[in-house]
């Protein structure tokens, strides 16, 4: 089965995507180039990868798989992922559990820090949950803080969620992401270009981000230090001509640093979800998910500080919503975080807060 010999090579030479795909075009298939001996120059770039052939056969690879119930797709098959098909060093073969879908094509892909704060954590969930409403899929790492937030978002709405790992599908990482990775592959697809068994290395990230930004449309940071995977995420977007987006933080967080000099070097200031599917185009094309999204909903906590606001009709300090609510304080910062990301509420300078008139 010509099928299995990607698999072969995919797990001889791992993330060695467009090595992959230049030995199918040199050899004609990727089989023939299986049967040549090590040491044909044919096999230049691939020579420690063509040694482990040995090691490797294809044909109880594709049993393993199909016992775990891991499905594939490869570069030449019409059903891989259409945008990535085009960035500068597709995966050969991707490894999937859940489902491929057509809809994916429209995708944004959600990402920040691991250790983020209780306002990214809540950001990204809003954000997650408001794309999977508008008919968006929400792609992540499913890493710890705001990739996992954005895909419980999307799932809390009922919609489609893809996480892309940095390990086999057969190795949860984190750990405690285990029923949140079984949820997501029953509502989308998880997705690895690494083969079973592949343990979380830390080289293995950074290559996985590429998928990340190459699958989706664009891509939105929430929280990031100065050094910090999502960043490479959005430069890996640039390079495929995606969409980069970024949420504001406050100028004394340092997991807020990273996002706000990428506002300053262009990245659009999103506060809501609307300015997203503004910046890809989408309120025009889906003009229905404008409508649906004027509609929001709002717990009884957000009914209560926007009316206190309204009232207000001018800015109200944070501490002063609090006494005027008579919440305790992580529920007025939550409903304020929850109401921010609606685009109903806009932050101001010394933690005042007022009605964003100008969005509705």
């Given amino acids: 089965m010509s099928r299995a010999f990607w698999i072969g090579w995919a797990l001889a030479v791992p993330a060695g995507g467009r090595r992959i795909i230049g030995l199918r075009e040199r050899f004609g298939s990727l089989r023939e180039a299986w049967l040549v001996p090590v040491g044909d120059e044919r096999l230049r770039g691939v020579e420690a990868g063509a040694a482990r052939r040995r090691q490797i056969d294809p ?12 499905g594939f797709v490869t570069w030449e098959d019409s059903d891989y992922p259409a945008r990535l098909r085009h960035i500068f060093d597709p995966p050969a073969v991707i490894f999937y559990k859940g489902r491929l879908a057509s ?7 959600v990402v920040g820090s691991r250790r983020c704060t209780y306002y990214g954590r809540a950001v990204a969930g809003n954000l997650g949950e408001e794309l999977a409403k508008a008919g968006v899929t929400v792609v992540s790492g499913m890493a710890r803080g705001i990739d996992s937030a954005a895909h419980r978002g999307a799932l809390k709405a009922g919609g489609r969620t893809v996480a892309v790992l940095g390990t086999g599908l057969d190795v949860v990482y984190p750990r405690e992401n285990t029923k949140l990775m079984q949820e997501i592959a029953e509502n989308g697809a998880v997705l690895s270009e690494f083969g ?13 981000n590429r998928i990340i930004a190459g699958i989706a449309r664009g891509v939105v940071v929430v929280e990031a230090a100065e050094r910090s995977g999502a960043l490479i995420t959005a430069d890996l977007a640039l390079e495929s001509n995606r969409d980069v987006m970024a949420v504001p933080g406050p100028v004394t967080s340092p997991t807020s640093r990273g996002v706000n000099r990428l506002i ?4 659009r200031l999103v506060e809501g979800v609307e300015d997203v599917l503004d910046e890809l185009g989408l309120l025009e094309l889906f003009p229905g998910h404008a409508e649906a999204l004027a509609a929001v909903s709002l717990s009884s906590d957000e009914e209560l500080v926007l009316g206190i606001l309204r009232e207000q009709g001018g800015p109200v300090g944070e501490d002063d919503l609090i006494g005027r609510s008579a919440q305790s304080p992580a529920r007025v910062t939550a409903a304020l975080a929850y109401l921010e990301i609606k685009g109903l509420v806009t932050r101001l300078p010394g933690r005042l807060y007022c009605i964003s008139y100008c969005k509705r």
């Fill in 59 to 70: 044909e109880k690879e594709l049993e393993r798989l199909s016992r775990k119930g891991i």
């Fill in 103 to 109: 809809e994916d094509d429209l995708a944004v892909a």
């Fill in 196 to 208: 079973l068994g592949v343990r979380p290395e830390p080289w293995n990230f950074p290559i996985r």
């Fill in 264 to 267: 300053k070097q262009g990245a």
